[in-house]
């Protein structure tokens, strides 16, 4: 089977909300996760067109579809990686390192010097492999469930903060 159609990240946009919710759902069902975790964590899951609004919000697009998302958020300099989800259909395929490398492009750009990543327990050897480290844990839900903290420092003076993945 070739090579996949080249993925392209874009700005989201209110309407994709619905889809990106989609794919959260997913993605998190893909690990195993029972359905009685997956309603406790309909909030986190939701992405609402006003969060794409309020929140730096980007696409991965391949053939039109939107096959992958992150989000941001921003205290200062310091940035929080909110959502970084892949369809299933689509993981194992460089659509996730592209996100991420895009996001520490926009935390770059927007002059930030750390991002923070609340990483699902089953997502923390990939953000590892993007240079990530870990920093602690942090509580999640159910009570006595915690998820690894990880931090990237964000160097305003790398040559890869003149040029985007995917400009």
């Known amino acids: 089977m070739g090579n996949p159609t080249p993925v392209e990240i874009q700005a989201a946009r209110p309407p994709d909300a619905q889809r990106l919710t989609t794919i959260a759902y997913a993605a998190k069902r893909h690990w195993g996760y029972p359905e009685d975790l997956i309603s406790l964590?309909?909030?986190?899951l939701t992405v609402s067109p006003q969060f794409i609004v309020d929140c730096p919000v980007f696409c991965a697009v391949r053939d039109s579809e939107i096959v992958g998302f992150y989000a941001l958020s921003r205290q200062g300099e310091a940035f929080e990686l909110e959502h970084l989800w892949g369809d299933p259909q689509h993981m194992g395929t460089g659509v996730g390192a592209l996100l991420f490398q895009h996001a520490v492009f926009t935390v770059r750009s927007m002059g930030g010097s750390i991002l923070n990543i609340a990483s699902d327990p089953h997502a923390e050897g990939f953000y590892l492999r993007m240079?990530?480290?870990?920093?602690?844990?942090?509580?999640?839900?159910?009570?006595?469930?915690?998820?690894?903290?990880?931090a990237l420092v964000i160097e305003a003076n790398d040559p890869a903060a003149t040029s985007s993945p995917l400009g």
Do not use: K, N, T
């Open 41 to 44: 964590w309909q909030a986190d």
């Open 131 to 150: 240079g990530a480290i870990r920093v602690g844990e942090v509580p999640s839900r159910p009570e006595g469930r915690s998820l690894p903290l990880l």
